[in-house]
């Protein structure tokens, strides 16, 4: 492929106009391809440490958590990346795909509860990496930030603070920007979607319909923001306002475009995420029914002896 300069905004490549085979292409992104790779070998060893002291662990989380590792992984090691830079519908890809379906797998994965089965503790009195991690867990700094008072607001602003700003231009400019943005975009998703998901522990942890709550109060600002885009009548990222003439799309034509994949795309996580919180919903209720059972049969079900008596002594009063 090769790559060209492009008037000030960004670093361009004169690429051949976009396809899914060639944005599928492997490029290997050191950064990107590095992390991946050190999040599969250290949850993968945190699981062999569980099996190999006798202890289980649910395969669905393995397999949640190598998706999102791998969607992260497709989205930033293949020639996505370079499109990305220079088309703003494929760009557009990559933010949706990175800061809304990733997180969700990576925390369906549950990392935080492997990483508290799997290291061990340091002892009475002393403090080792698990017990840093539970400090952290139980943090004021952790409760503010997975406040949806501040969890809802950033991810709003994530979109239009900078988007609609020169920051947006000014982080294109280099590829340590882009890649600093696509960070952000990494962390924001599982800031925000972590107290929702509520697999792993954490400070804030509301109960099912505030997490549905929450939930629906961030996802329509990615619709209204994709609407935006789709209505606008001229470009509005000055990054993409001149895309090379080897790519055969126009700039707006191609605002249109991501503007409709950020409206379309906002609906898959909230399917995704209450798919999840009615299965744990479920799951849940079932296991405080097999409580009660198992409290019953301990002390012979007293609870609805009691209720028996009192409405055998409410039927006595009324003889």
Request: glycine share 8%; with cysteine; hydrophobic share 50%.
């Amino acid at each position: 492929m090769d790559h060209g300069g492009h008037g000030g905004h960004g670093m361009t490549m004169d690429l051949p106009p976009f396809t899914l085979g060639r944005g599928l292409e492997f490029t290997g992104e050191p950064f990107f391809l590095v992390g991946c790779l050190l999040a599969l070998a250290l949850y993968a060893a945190a699981v062999v440490r569980l099996r190999r002291r006798g202890d289980s662990w649910p395969v669905p989380r393995t397999v949640a958590w190598v998706l999102g590792v791998l969607s992260v992984g497709v989205t930033m090691c293949t020639a996505l990346n370079e499109y990305g830079m220079v088309l703003f519908s494929v760009h557009m890809v990559q933010h949706m795909i990175i800061s809304m379906l990733a997180p969700i797998l990576l925390l369906l994965g549950a990392p935080v509860t492997l990483t508290l089965r799997a290291l061990p503790s340091a002892g009475r009195g002393r403090k080792g990496p698990r017990e840093v991690l539970v400090a952290v867990l139980h943090s004021r700094v952790l409760r503010v930030l997975t406040h949806p008072g501040f969890t809802i607001p950033l991810f709003i602003a994530s979109l239009y603070a900078l988007y609609f700003t020169p920051v947006f231009d000014f982080l294109m400019r280099s590829t340590a920007g882009h890649l600093a943005m696509m960070v952000h975009f990494l962390l924001v998703g599982l800031v925000f979607f972590w107290p929702i998901m509520g697999v792993d522990p954490g400070p804030h942890r509301p109960g099912y319909l505030m997490r549905m709550l929450e939930l629906f109060a961030g996802m329509p600002f990615h619709a209204f923001f994709g609407i935006a885009l789709m209505m606008a009548s001229e470009p509005m990222i000055a990054t993409y306002a001149h895309p090379s003439a080897s790519l055969r799309v126009t700039a707006l034509s191609d605002q249109t475009m991501a503007g409709g994949i950020a409206w379309a795309f906002s609906e898959i996580p909230s399917v995704l995420v209450l798919l999840a919180l009615v299965f744990q919903w479920h799951r849940s209720e079932e296991r405080e029914a097999r409580r009660r059972d198992r409290m019953a049969d301990r002390d012979g079900d007293k609870e609805l002896a009691a209720y028996n008596a009192y409405l055998a002594s409410l039927h006595a009063r009324q003889r």
